[in-house]
């Protein structure tokens, strides 16, 4: 009797509280609402936040210098590995962009190599794989392997060719062993631009390819869940490294909105001097001949593809228009540059950018 008479007194102070609850919840319903919205608030400028970004001091500058040394040693254990038929894959906290352009530059000096910005929110993986194929061309032609049957570049330009058939003639047996061989870096392999299942099929296919290497960094905790079994183990056929920087992501971080900041679609001149800055000097020079011929000729509609590299081979900027190529997927990729028809129906590239805008830009690459 005493047990029932407890259980019905705890089952009222439970529908008590449960009432009350409820209460509570009316009571807050049926008061005035706050007329205040979102849009109210006075968010930062984000060309402001930006450049306070980048005033920060950075710390543990000497720990992160020391620790990007270290890795250095495992370069020729890294070279030896790609030459086994792997593809490298980088992981860990910090930006491994640094890391591995200091790897390819310095290790990877017998290979032919491609990078490819996977943090940019586009990629035009066609012409990458249009560049792959033309390096291997010219590396046939270097090595006196120009008997391809009906796959001549003369015959059918690579970029009139599906990627079905580009992939195909990146893995023919055009020669026995590995004399000629081109190496693809992967910034962010699992970035915006390539995250999707038929880029990343892509991938896979080339990785698989006989005469290329894939060197590739990873950051999103999912990445691993972009690929199936015969993805991992068989094409891309990943060396998991682990290599934490703890280095800052900063040319990352640029091509992604901010979430403080009010957002813009226009490049400004402090972004495009950040990009530029993190290219080849000689990549910098190709685009101040652009930059230059259009501050001296406001009214022209951009200028000639043809005119370019012509400037540029007179200036030794580039030594084929492959190379040239090269620049402008890369100025494109970054919307440095853009293109358009003229009257005369020429090609023409100009960068959307005022004159005085372009001209800041200038002074500051320059300096």
Not at 344 to 358: H, K, M, V
Request: some cysteine; glycine content about 4%.
């Amino acid at each position: 009797m005493r047990s029932r008479m407890e259980s019905n007194c705890v089952e009222e102070e439970e529908f008590e509280f449960s009432r009350n609850y409820f209460l509570a919840k009316e009571l807050g319903t049926s008061s005035k609402k706050s007329a205040r919205k979102l849009s109210d608030i006075n968010i930062v400028d984000e060309q402001e936040l930006r450049e306070t970004y980048a005033n920060l001091e950075p710390k543990h500058e000497k720990e992160i210098n020391d620790l990007m040394n270290s890795y250095k040693k495992s370069y020729s254990e890294w070279v030896f590995i790609l030459r086994c038929g792997f593809g490298l894959l980088m992981y860990g906290f910090g930006s491994k962009k640094a890391l591995i352009e200091d790897f390819a530059s310095t290790a990877l000096t017998d290979y032919s190599v491609v990078v490819i910005n996977g943090y940019l929110q586009q990629i035009n993986l066609k012409q990458v794989i249009i560049t792959l194929a033309e390096l291997l061309w010219d590396q046939l032609k270097m090595h006196g392997k120009t008997t391809l049957g009906n796959f001549t570049k003369n015959q059918q330009p690579f970029n009139t060719k599906s990627m079905d058939d580009l992939i195909a003639f990146l893995d023919g047996p055009h020669f026995e062993g590995k004399e000629c061989s081109v190496c693809l870096v992967v910034h962010n392999i699992d970035g915006p631009g390539l995250r999707d299942s038929d880029t990343q099929q892509y991938l896979a296919r080339i990785a698989a390819c006989s005469h290329i290497c894939v060197v590739a960094s990873i950051d999103h905790v999912n990445a691993p869940l972009l690929w199936d079994k015969k993805m991992v183990h068989t094409q891309f056929n990943w060396y998991w490294h682990h290599v934490p920087t703890f280095a800052p992501y900063k040319i990352e971080g640029m091509f992604f909105p901010l979430v403080l900041a009010h957002s813009g679609s226009a490049q400004t001149v402090k972004t495009a001097s950040i990009v530029l800055l993190s290219l080849t000097p000689n990549a910098q020079s190709v685009f101040k001949v652009v930059a230059e011929h259009q501050l001296a000729h406001p009214d022209e509609e951009g200028m000639p593809l043809n005119n370019l590299y012509t400037v540029c081979r007179e200036r030794f900027l580039v030594s084929s228009q492959i190379t040239l190529n090269a620049h402008l997927t890369e100025f494109k990729d970054h919307e440095l540059v853009k293109t358009k028809r003229n009257s005369d129906g020429q090609d023409c590239l100009y960068i959307p950018l005022t004159s005085e805008a372009l001209e800041k830009l200038v002074q500051e690459i320059s300096h």
